[in-house]
């Protein structure tokens, strides 16, 4: 199905055409249409145009008032000259139960694909090989994730790439201990959640002991930094011991990622390692072409405004002066390998914001070396740190790093107790209150992080985040229950759409909000704005609170007609809360 013109685009071209026909010296001007508390709409595109035309904005905003049709259309039901040249705009409610009538006819509920739709690589949950994932690692492949599936529903062509720490001088040391205890990683492994646990305790186990040892004992020290220059020279033995890592990590991050609900699979993970066989041409193109210069035997890009503390230029080494090769040289070969391979227009990396600097001038050097340009972009989605509720880095009371699993199990611990103590009310079985905990639970710490703005920092509050009020997760989820158990109550009693009804104020603002849907959409994949789909769901459950309070919808004492209606708003809400939060990455049970 075609997609749906909102009512503030129906309403913004009727004023347009108005303008034209009215004031024939502004030719195709825009009226300035946005939402308004005293009334649906507000114009102010007068006042300026007044100002061009040199004429009184109050006068000509009666001119175009005057030219509006008078041909019985039921788009507009007022139109008002407000102030010094303001057009209030009141729409019908036959043309708002239309448009919503419109939208519950399709399965996307209107939301149109984006009209320029092209390929992003979206580059998000980057943990790193035998090392634990910790709080940190939460809000890339939250916010990431989001962000691919909001993307996707726009038409966009999504490409994962999973940028893991898969490379690098530490695996020398853990290579080498493996070579000479060669049974540590040997064992049988489990299923799910414990097959990872199994798995990252072997990896601490033995990359404890390595550390222990490499500090301990000067040749193990010396035999470790030889087997990073076999691992970088290809050395097979070396590589198969280093692909035992990567697959006993792989086994721990997809058990972890199981629990964040979230589906990674093998050919989208492209670690450091991946681009190795590129660095050597990435380097020659760079010096090559100037882009690059030698500075202290290094290779180096520098920038005008880029310095140190001391004002000298602070450069982006790409190549160091004994040859290696740092993360620069990997990101710049990896941009090339998603423009030229991938066709990427658009990549997309939800970084740290800490690691800004570095990565504008990664994007810089690429813009240089003519790999991005005006058709082919790079952004940074970066975002904040997650406190604790003191204000600072979240750790845990010995000021450990907190384990990313050990969050997930006591948020879903917290929910699965709010869960159980409605259960006996719904009636709802053990197992579906163990299955709503986990939804409950994993949903609330993805909607606390995606309801703030990404590059802000925020606290991480269990107990607020597992409330049933306020601006939670679990109040959205709570919402669609309460929606779900009205239509079955409803029983053969289907919801239909009565143009011809008047509606109550509570069912107006209801209506407004949900034709926004799709120009939140539309925003947030333009902008990597998740956390204003976040605010939309919060205020269209808010909404749907007010209309219950003030508008009884299975009341036998309402003529079946209004019940149809009601039946019919509450069921497009259920379904654009249920799409919404999807795109976000959180579960919507059906009771709760």
Not at 63 to 92: C, I, K, Y
Not at 99 to 105: D, E, F, S
Not at 147 to 175: A, C, K, P, S, Y
């Amino acid at each position: 199905m075609a997609s749906v013109p909102s009512l503030a685009s129906n309403v913004q071209q009727r004023l347009a055409d108005a303008l034209t026909a009215a004031l024939p010296g502004a030719g195709s001007a825009d009226p300035l249409l946005r939402r308004s508390d005293r009334a649906d709409f507000q114009a102010n595109g007068i006042l300026a145009l007044a100002k061009q035309l040199k004429g009184n904005p109050r006068d000509l905003a009666m001119q175009v008032v005057a030219a509006l049709p008078t041909d019985g259309s039921d788009l507009l039901r007022e139109v008002e000259v407000s102030g010094p040249g303001f057009l209030n705009v009141t729409v019908s409610d036959a043309a708002i139960v239309r448009t919503l009538a419109a939208r519950a006819a399709d399965d996307r509920l209107g939301v149109p694909y984006a009209s320029a739709a092209g390929t992003t690589v979206v580059d998000y949950a980057q943990p790193n090989v035998a090392k634990e994932m910790h709080v940190g690692h939460l809000r890339s492949a939250v916010i990431g994730a989001a962000m691919v599936e909001i993307l996707e529903f726009t038409g966009e062509q999504v490409v994962r790439r999973h940028h893991i720490g898969d490379w690098g001088t530490q695996f020398g040391m853990l290579i080498q201990y493996l070579l000479e205890h060669p049974h540590e990683l040997d064992h049988e492994h489990a299923e799910g959640e414990q097959a990872g646990e199994e798995a990252m305790s072997s990896l601490n186990r033995l990359y404890k002991a390595s550390r222990k040892l490499f500090d301990a004992d000067e040749e193990f020290k010396a035999r470790s930094r030889d087997r990073v220059v076999a691992l970088q020279s290809g050395d097979p033995e070396t590589l198969a011991l280093w692909q035992r890592f990567v697959d006993e990590s792989k086994i721990y991050f997809y058990s972890v990622f199981d629990k964040l609900d979230m589906e990674i699979e093998d050919p989208d993970i492209v670690g450091e390692s991946g681009y190795n066989d590129m660095l050597t041409e990435t380097c020659r193109i760079l010096e090559e072409t100037g882009v690059a210069v030698r500075s202290e035997g290094a290779l180096c890009v520098f920038f005008d405004d880029v310095k140190g503390p001391d004002g000298n230029p602070t450069p982006l080494i790409v190549q160091k002066a004994n040859g290696g090769f740092g993360y620069a040289a990997t990101d710049l070969s990896a941009i090339r390998d998603r423009v030229q391979k991938l066709g990427a227009s658009t990549l997309l990396y939800v970084v740290d914001a800490r690691q800004a600097l570095h990565f504008k001038m990664v994007f810089e050097t690429a813009r240089r070396a003519g790999w991005l340009n005006d058709e082919v972009t790079a952004v940074q989605l970066a975002f904040g740190t997650v406190l604790g509720a003191d204000g600072k880095p979240f750790k845990t009371r010995e000021g450990e790093t907190v384990r990313l699993v050990d969050l997930l199990d006591e948020a879903v611990e917290r929910a699965t107790a709010v869960v159980r103590e409605k259960a006996e009310k719904v009636g709802l079985s053990e197992q579906e209150i163990v299955e709503n905990g986990r939804y409950v639970g994993i949903g609330a710490i993805k909607y606390a992080d995606l309801s703030t703005s990404a590059v802000r920092d925020y606290k991480f509050d269990l107990d607020q985040m597992v409330s049933l009020n306020g601006d939670t997760s679990v109040y959205l989820q709570y919402a669609y229950a309460r929606i779900r158990s009205i239509l079955r109550k409803a029983g053969d009693v289907r919801p239909v759409a009565h143009p011809e009804l008047e509606l109550h104020p509570a069912e107006r603002a209801l209506g407004l909000h949900l034709d926004q849907f799709g120009e939140v959409i539309a925003e947030v994949a333009a902008e990597y704005e998740p956390h204003k789909l976040a605010a939309y769901l919060y205020q269209l459950a808010s909404h749907l609170t007010t209309f219950y309070d003030k508008c009884q919808v299975l009341s036998a004492e309402n003529p079946a007609e209004l019940v149809e209606n009601r039946l019919f708003l509450v069921d497009l809400t259920g379904r654009t809360l249920h799409q919404g939060m999807a795109l976000l990455g959180i579960r919507t049970p059906e009771r709760l």
